[in-house]
């Protein structure tokens, strides 16, 4: 018996040949009056960009506005704080770490923990001249402010950390704007109910020299932030030796926990304080917001997918429109020996290749957004006469954006896959069409 084909028998082909893409690119590049593309498939191709490319630059946005206010967050001030917890001393309520110094030294023998300051903070009024402003001051080491990160590298910088000495204070530029003061200018600090006389308590003023005035692009700091040496600082509140907390900083911040859910290394700084104090990380402190930024970040995900959605229908239309037009070749080309699953294939690629170059498209335009995002803002923002980026409002000084990868191959893996899916009914439909009633039809 022999095992050739019968003559005339259609011999299979491997799916997705060389033919089928040859076919299908012919279709895509006719001309509309010989039956090619409509308008609506080019239409579907520029939304698929455009929607793309949006989604790019929402989530790089995103995921800069997250990044930027961590980094700010982290670099001025500590990782984790340590609060004294009440205590009642002959009537009145005492909120002070007396041994502040032993406490520090445990916590810094703690593994992980890289830095470690004592702190005391109050609110003070400044003044200088006919202005005035409140403000929280906060007594440090020199050397502990050098390890914060923001402050001693910040933004913008006027004089110097190092003569933060004696009677000399660095304070934030909206705070320096607001009282209309330079470095060397003098200003005066008032304590409400800070000194003891025999009608009662009364506010104690002290004259501090400005020896540094920074910018680290946070609003609620540059605006409210005042730094004394810590000597100064206890003398003049009254604080004695004590601290008011325990700041320290380390290796792994993003490791930390919160009060909900305790990590391994704040709830060892919990046990090495005991029940002196209370421990609170910078995700205590920032979660609300923090939770904020990840919430919306989801949603506008969502939201940017359904418009990427329905800019993958128009191919739906365009495909509808195209294989109606190709009636007649369908028939020729079935009836040459095409099969119905190299009909569907054909008319799939036909969608596919749009859906692949919009995508493509929209990820070199999202990308090259995101790269120039700075000069295209300032043009924007000089276009309509400044003021649209307050950082009074917005917190940051700058317009952050970060791509990343996962985000970019999310978007674009999105698209493709609604590309592909929507195509596959005007394929299969073409793929059905019987090419009898095709070519009479004609």
Known sequence: MSGRAPEGATRATAPFSAHEWLIAWRFLRARRAEGGVSAIVWYALAGIALAVGTLIVVMAVMVGFREEFTSRVLGAEGHVSVYPVTRWENGRAERALRDAGALAARIARIEGVTHVAPVVEAQLLASHGQRNAGVIARGMRLEDLRALPWIARPEAAAGALDDVTGKSVA??????????????????????????????????????????????????????????????????????????????????????????????????????????????????????????????????????????????LNIVSGLVMLVRNKRRDIG??????????????VFFLCGAGVGVAGTAIGVALGVLFVIYIDPIFDLVNGALGGGVWDPQVRVLSRFPAELRLWDVSRAAGLALTLSFLVTLGPARRAARLDPVEALRDE
């Open 171 to 312: 304070i934030g530029e909206g705070v320096a704007r607001e009282l209309g003061v330079r470095v060397g200018d003098e200003l005066a600090l008032i304590l409400p109910n800070g000194l003891a006389t025999p009608f009662g308590l009364a506010p104690k003023q002290g004259i501090f020299r400005v020896a540094y005035i920074f910018r680290i692009g946070r609003a609620d700091v540059d605006r409210t932030r005042l730094y004394m040496p810590l000597e100064t600082a206890q003398d003049f509140f009254n604080r004695g030796d004590a601290a008011d907390l325990i700041e320290a900083q380390v290796a792994r911040p993003h490791e930390l926990g919160s009060r909900k859910a305790p990590g391994a290394l704040d709830g060892a700084i919990q046990a090495a304080v005991g029940a002196e104090g209370v421990v609170w990380t910078w995700k205590d402190a920032n979660g609300a917001f923090l939770s904020a930024l990840d919430m919306e970040r989801a949603t506008m995900f969502m939201i940017l997918s359904m418009v990427v959605l329905i800019a993958a």
């Open 332 to 345: 020729v080309l079935r009836t040459i020996g095409l099969s119905q699953g190299a009909v569907m294939r």
